[in-house]
């Protein structure tokens, strides 16, 4: 074979050669991480969903750091990672979700997370004013029921429903720290006096999501319309009675609670 033809095909079969290595590179930098340690691993993972996240790609970015908290379910920094993707999507639940887990894993993590749930908070649940109208209206008159939650450890939505009804007729949102009173707001009759308790005011599902109970004042309520006798009741936080004669809140479940 004369020279220039050997010479010609050794340069296609290099050719051939560096084709078939370029072709054999990863075409995904997901195809670079290697089996290690979990954490080296993990933290490979969280260091590509960083990668993602920097793209604006953010479901890939969440599948990044999913598989790095499956590595490593103590990783807080990747629950604080897949939180701040989940909030760019607006999925605020899950943003608030691994944020509080981010937290509770780690407390020191605290400082920096915690702007971020505090904003993904205040997107998700309003702030709702004391004295919020959940459902009803107002009609001024004599006869009052004051709620004192001046002292409390909770958000309150108090709801008066006609003696033996299963409907509120009015409830109203009393925010930890303040009072309010009614002055009679519903008609003239008796009226059970329910309330509910705890944190993050849903709107849509109209309850708490982070409930602390169901209670009911047994004692019903005549809403007269005249005069100026009332009742005023002071929340702190409730507990088990001592005996029955202590008490007049008993705790319900939220299948007695009225529809709102």
């Known amino acids: 074979m004369p020279a220039t033809t050997r010479t010609t ?12 290595a370029l072709c054999a590179v ?12 979990a954490h080296s691993t993990a933290a490979a993972w969280n260091d590509m969903g960083n990668g993602y996240a920097n793209q604006y790609r953010w479901d890939a ?3 990044a750091y999913t598989r790095a908290i499956s590595l490593d379910p103590a990783y807080a920094r990747a629950y604080f990672n897949r939180g701040r993707a989940y909030a760019a999507l607006k999925q605020y639940d899950q943003a608030i979700a691994d944020y509080e887990h981010a937290i509770a894993i780690d407390p020191s993590q605290g400082p920096v997370v915690a702007p971020y749930l505090e904003s993904a908070l205040a997107v998700r649940y309003p702030t709702i004013p004391s004295g919020s109208l959940v459902k009803g209206y107002w009609q001024t008159g004599g006869q009052f029921l004051a709620i004192d939650n001046s002292q409390g450890a909770s958000d309150l939505v108090v709801a008066l429903a006609p003696r033996g009804s299963r409907g509120a007729l009015l409830a109203v949102y009393v925010a930890k720290g303040y009072s309010h009173r009614f002055d009679q707001v519903v008609p003239q009759g008796p009226y059970d006096v329910y309330i509910t308790f705890g944190e993050r005011w849903d709107p849509v599902t109209k309850s708490f999501v982070k409930v602390g109970g169901y209670l009911k004042w047994e004692l019903p309520q005549y809403f007269g319309g005249a005069g100026t006798q009332g009742y005023t009741m002071t929340f702190i936080t409730w507990q088990p009675p001592g005996s029955w004669w202590s008490y007049t809140l008993t705790p319900i479940d939220r299948q007695q609670f009225p529809v709102l």
Not at 9 to 20: E, P, Q, V
Not at 31 to 37: E, N, R
Request: a negative charge; glycine letters at 4%.
């Open 9 to 20: 095909a050794a340069a296609c079969l290099l050719l051939f050669i560096i084709a078939a």
């Open 26 to 37: 990863p075409t995904s930098a997901e195809m670079v991480i290697v089996s290690g340690d």
């Open 61 to 63: 970015a969440i599948d």
